[in-house]
């Protein structure tokens, strides 16, 4: 113990470290408490519509492709 923890009398010094943790875990505690209580009411998921935009294809084998393809050996494997 220090020194003037020796010398502090009660109730001077505000609280504790001690008392400090154990407001600290009973607030917690009701914390937990209070969002438990509290009843959970499901909603109906939405489904999402990605429409004609989203779901075409954008794959396009252009000249840079067909360069890529060509130089990374990637003919070979179409035979």
């Not at 505000?14 to 209070?34: H, K, P, V, W």
């Not at 209580?37 to 499901?42: A, D, I, Y």
């Amino acid at each position: 113990m220090r020194q003037s923890d020796k010398t502090r009398k009660d109730g001077e010094g505000g609280i504790g470290r001690r008392q400090f943790f154990r407001a600290l875990g009973g607030g917690t505690a009701a914390a937990a408490a209070a969002v438990a209580s509290v009843p959970l009411t499901p909603t109906e998921a939405q489904a999402y519509d990605p429409g004609n935009a989203e779901t075409r294809s954008r794959y396009r084998e252009t000249d840079h492709v067909k360069a890529f393809y060509r130089t990374n050996g990637y003919e070979t494997l179409k035979k």
